[in-house]
């Protein structure tokens, strides 16, 4: 009894058929897998369906016999018709329904004569070996051809072997670059110098009418992660014009010549699509000081920057072209760039103050679930120093530790840990410390802390804790600023040596023993009583000289190490000053901690227990015991 249930082909051939009776090409859209019309591997795989479906189901199967079972059906007389090839022979079988088949033809004299007897109609096929061999040549490179020309779309217009010339920076449209002012806090200087450049851009006429000039380049100079390329976009944002992106080290490549072709490019396109704006990342890579090269010659960096000065100094601002870059190493850019007609005005864009750092907390903070005894504005006094992506660092760490803890709100506890985390590092719970190393770090710790809040000068406690965190720190005390400060007194660097020497002389006191902990502490120490002798003149014995000459970069913690430009003798009077500072510091220390050693006792002991320690809790402790410094 025959079933009336459909096969699956049929059901997909009525489902299909029906969608088409209705001419809703959206239902026919859903009706197919996602981005199907956009993935090669869909377009390969229906056409592997259709191949199969054609074979299996839309042409009969061709049986392959063996040419004994050929003549056997010969001879019984079972062959409706015949066709014989140069190499194979095909035929039908009797039978409902007919049968195909095919079988490879032998050497067989006789076989033209046995047909005619038992009266098989047969007849014969010539194959043209000239056009097969063509078309095995043609069609696999037609297919390749295809395949190239796929490709090359794909990977666009300046992605071809030949076009390593071309520029490689990425072009943002007027609706693309949707990033403006209001997106861009704490460094409002920096915003008020461009306004300049976004008024030009928009409205070129109204300076051109009274004579005026746009500056032709802009240079934004300042720390890493202080907003320079989130600035330069928003300019380009606020005058809503194209934004031609790009970093200085996509210029250079293995091939000579490259370079200085890709500034051409970049140019021409730029003067194509005005009024627009050309941003150059990290300038550096690109705009080092020529001669710096310690091979010698005539590089291809430097033939790359000799184009960019061509064209910058060829280039008419008229045209509405504005040539913006970024940098944190202004001191080693080569002083042609820096003249004027070139980047004739360098924008300091430098860490936020307070108030930048809360605006920048407050923009960071717009889609995250603040619980309401969150303070920004307590978060940003508890950041100094940071920047822009520092600050958006610590609200996403905030955000993730909430989640992780299935709060419904970022809690003000969850700050407090992610400025621990991006200061201090990550907590190691699993360090096994034994007891004596950690009663030589709460004691540590202690001496840090209390010396902090003995000395006039010092910022106050926040936090201290013998928690290990990060690569080598086994605990840490962690001072707030009341204020962001920019210059230091005499009396403020010799507070600060003696708390960096607290901790060394608070495991002299407790144990008449020292460790390898106060490493980091004696290191900073010196260097900052060596810059008291050598750069800040304030030396009583060698008086107002500085001995040093910086040569550091500006916004950068690395040094270089000149050679000295001072005599032995003088070389030892500078080391015998450093010696006594320290000296005189150490023993300073050591006053205040043996004049509070009750309070070092009990506060070590309480860190022992509880591994973190509130700075109020410290000041209650200490608002009993008589200062006596």
Same mark, same amino acid.
């Given at each position: 009894?025959?079933?009336?249930?459909?096969?699956?082909?049929?059901?997909?051939?009525?489902?299909?058929?029906?969608?088409?009776?209705? #001419?809703?090409?959206?239902?026919?859209?859903?009706?197919?897998?996602?981005?199907?019309?956009?993935?090669?591997?869909?377009?390969?795989?229906?056409?592997?369906?259709?191949?199969?479906?054609?074979?299996?189901?839309?042409?009969?199967?061709?049986?392959?016999?063996?040419?004994?079972?050929?003549?056997?059906?010969?001879?019984?007389?079972?062959?409706?018709?015949?066709?014989?090839?140069?190499?194979?022979?095909?035929?039908?079988?009797?039978?409902?329904?007919?049968?195909?088949? /095919?079988?490879?033809?032998?050497?067989?004299?006789?076989?033209?004569?046995?047909?005619?007897?038992?009266?098989?109609?047969?007849?014969?096929?010539?194959?043209?070996?000239?056009?097969?061999?063509?078309?095995?040549?043609?069609?696999?490179?037609?297919?390749?051809?295809?395949?190239?020309?796929?490709?090359?779309?794909?990977?666009?217009?300046?992605?071809?072997?030949?076009?390593?010339?071309?520029?490689?920076?990425?072009?943002?449209?007027?609706?693309?670059?949707?990033?403006?002012?209001?997106?861009?806090?704490?460094?409002?200087?920096?915003? &008020?110098?461009?306004?300049?450049?976004?008024?030009?851009?928009?409205?070129?006429?109204?300076?051109?009418?009274?004579?005026?000039?746009?500056?032709?380049?802009?240079?934004?100079?300042?720390?890493?992660?202080?907003?320079?390329?989130?600035?330069?976009?928003?300019?380009?944002?606020?005058?809503?014009?194209?934004?031609?992106?790009?970093?200085?080290?996509?210029?250079?490549?293995?091939?000579?010549?490259?370079?200085?072709?890709?500034?051409?490019?970049?140019?021409?396109?730029?003067?194509?699509?005005?009024?627009?704006?050309?941003?150059?990342?990290?300038?550096?890579?690109?705009?080092?000081?020529?001669?710096?090269?310690?091979?010698?010659? #005539?590089?291809?960096?430097?033939?790359?920057?000799?184009?960019?000065?061509?064209?910058? &100094?060829?280039?008419?601002?008229?045209?509405?072209?504005?040539?913006?870059?970024?940098?944190?190493?202004?001191?080693? !850019?080569?002083?042609?760039?820096?003249?004027?007609?070139?980047?004739?005005?360098?924008?300091?864009?430098?860490?936020?103050?307070?108030?930048?750092?809360?605006?920048?907390?407050?923009? #960071?903070?717009?889609?995250?679930?603040?619980?309401?005894?969150? &303070?920004?504005?307590?978060?940003?006094?508890?950041?100094?120093?940071?920047?822009?992506?520092?600050?958006?660092?610590?609200?996403?760490?905030?955000?993730?530790?909430?989640?992780?803890?299935?709060?419904?709100?970022?809690?003000?506890?969850?700050?407090?840990?992610?400025?621990?985390?991006?200061?201090?590092?990550?907590?190691?719970?699993?360090?096994?410390?034994?007891a004596k190393e950690k009663e030589i770090v709460a004691f540590h710790e202690s001496g840090h802390?209390?010396?902090?809040?003995?000395?006039? #000068?010092?910022?106050?406690?926040?936090?201290?804790?013998?928690?290990?965190?990060?690569?080598?720190?086994?605990?840490?005390?962690?001072?707030?600023?009341?204020?962001?400060?920019? !210059?230091? /007194?005499?009396?403020?660097?010799?507070?600060?040596?003696a708390v960096l020497l607290g901790g060394r002389v608070a495991e002299e006191l407790a144990f008449?023993?020292?460790? /390898?902990?106060?490493?980091?502490? !004696?290191?900073?120490?010196? &260097?900052?009583?060596?810059?008291?002798?050598?750069?800040?003149?304030?030396?009583?014995?060698?008086?107002?000289?500085?001995?040093?000459?910086?040569?550091?970069?500006?916004?950068?913690?690395?040094?270089?190490?000149?050679?000295?430009?001072?005599?032995?003798a003088k070389a030892a009077q500078i080391d015998e000053e450093v010696t006594r500072f320290i000296?005189?510091?150490?023993?300073?220390?050591?006053?205040?901690?043996?004049?509070?050693? /009750?309070?070092?006792?009990?506060?070590?002991?309480?860190?022992?227990?509880?591994?973190?320690?509130?700075?109020?809790?410290?000041?209650?402790?200490?608002?009993?015991?008589?200062?006596?410094?």
């Open positions: 009894m025959p079933s009336n249930e459909k096969k699956p082909l049929e059901k997909l051939t009525d489902k299909f058929r029906s969608l088409m009776d209705q #001419h809703d090409p959206q239902k026919i859209k859903g009706a197919l897998p996602p981005k199907a019309q956009f993935s090669i591997w869909y377009a390969m795989a229906a056409i592997l369906l259709f191949t199969y479906l054609q074979q299996y189901y839309f042409y009969a199967k061709v049986e392959s016999i063996p040419y004994s079972q050929f003549k056997q059906h010969i001879a019984e007389g079972k062959l409706v018709k015949l066709t014989i090839g140069p190499d194979n022979i095909n035929g039908t079988l009797e039978g409902k329904p007919e049968q195909e088949f /095919t079988t490879v033809r032998v050497n067989d004299p006789g076989l033209v004569k046995e047909l005619d007897e038992r009266k098989v109609s047969y007849s014969g096929r010539y194959e043209n070996k000239f056009l097969s061999s063509l078309l095995s040549w043609v069609i696999p490179f037609g297919i390749f051809f295809l395949i190239w020309r796929f490709a090359m779309k794909k990977m666009g217009p300046g992605m071809g072997v030949m076009s390593f010339s071309k520029s490689k920076a990425k072009i943002f449209a007027e609706s693309e670059t949707k990033v403006t002012f209001m997106d861009v806090a704490g460094i409002d200087e920096a915003k &008020d110098e461009l306004r300049e450049v976004v008024e030009f851009l928009s409205t070129p006429e109204k300076a051109q009418k009274l004579g005026g000039r746009i500056p032709k380049g802009v240079l934004l100079v300042g720390p890493p992660g202080t907003g320079k390329t989130l600035l330069a976009r928003a300019v380009a944002g606020e005058a809503k014009v194209p934004f031609f992106s790009i970093s200085g080290s996509e210029f250079v490549e293995m091939f000579v010549g490259v370079g200085a072709a890709r500034v051409r490019d970049l140019f021409s396109q730029a003067a194509h699509q005005a009024p627009c704006i050309i941003f150059i990342d990290e300038l550096d890579a690109l705009g080092k000081a020529r001669g710096m090269n310690v091979m010698g010659g #005539h590089d291809e960096r430097e033939q790359t920057l000799n184009q960019l000065l061509v064209e910058m &100094d060829g280039f008419e601002t008229n045209k509405g072209v504005i040539i913006m870059a970024a940098t944190n190493r202004p001191e080693i !850019l080569d002083p042609a760039l820096l003249r004027p007609g070139r980047f004739d005005r360098q924008v300091l864009v430098d860490r936020p103050d307070i108030n930048g750092r809360e605006a920048i907390l407050k923009i #960071h903070s717009k889609n995250v679930l603040l619980s309401p005894e969150v &303070d920004l504005r307590l978060i940003a006094g508890r950041t100094p120093g940071f920047v822009g992506a520092d600050l958006a660092n610590i609200i996403n760490e905030a955000a993730l530790l909430a989640a992780r803890n299935d709060k419904e709100k970022v809690e003000l506890a969850d700050f407090d840990e992610a400025i621990d985390r991006v200061v201090a590092g990550l907590q190691k719970k699993n360090r096994v410390i034994n802390a209390i010396v902090a809040e003995s000395v006039e #000068h010092a910022d106050p406690v926040h936090k201290i804790s013998i928690i290990p965190r990060g690569i080598a720190a086994l605990g840490y005390t962690q001072q707030q600023p009341t204020e962001d400060r920019y !210059l230091m /007194t005499r009396s403020e660097l010799l507070d600060r040596l008449q023993e020292i460790s /390898t902990g106060a490493q980091n502490d !004696l290191q900073r120490a010196s &260097d900052i009583a060596r810059s008291m002798v050598t750069e800040y003149g304030m030396s009583d014995r060698l008086g107002l000289v500085s001995y040093e000459r910086s040569r550091q970069p500006m916004f950068l913690p690395e040094s270089y190490s000149p050679g000295k430009n001072y005599s032995e000296e005189e510091a150490h023993q300073r220390v050591r006053k205040i901690l043996s004049e509070r050693r /009750t309070v070092l006792d009990d506060l070590a002991h309480l860190l022992s227990e509880k591994e973190s320690v509130q700075g109020e809790e410290l000041r209650k402790m200490l608002s009993v015991v008589t200062p006596g410094i």
